[in-house]
């Protein structure tokens, strides 16, 4: 999946992800929906977690272009 993809989808996954923690809110904590809320707040938090994993894989590597291997091998 390419970077902008993800961004996009990562646009839409948070807007949910907002929807259903301020569900969250308005149901009394002791009830089945409340339960089912918490999990699919759970997975969109996953969710999130993976498409950000997916946009900084193909971020190119900054600290690597700064490192120079050479200098802590001694040589």
């Not at 707040?41 to 193909?58: C, E, P, S, V, W």
Request: with cysteine; hydrophobic share 40%; charged share 25%.
């Amino acid at each position: 999946m390419s970077p902008a993809k993800a961004q996009e989808m990562q646009a839409v996954v948070r807007a949910f992800h907002q929807n259903v923690r301020m569900w969250c809110a308005e149901i009394p904590l002791n009830t089945h929906l409340y339960v089912a809320l918490d999990v699919l707040h759970f997975a969109l938090h996953l969710t999130n977690g993976q498409l950000n994993r997916t946009i900084d894989d193909k971020r190119p590597d900054e600290f690597g272009r700064l490192y120079r291997g050479d200098i802590d091998d001694g040589q």
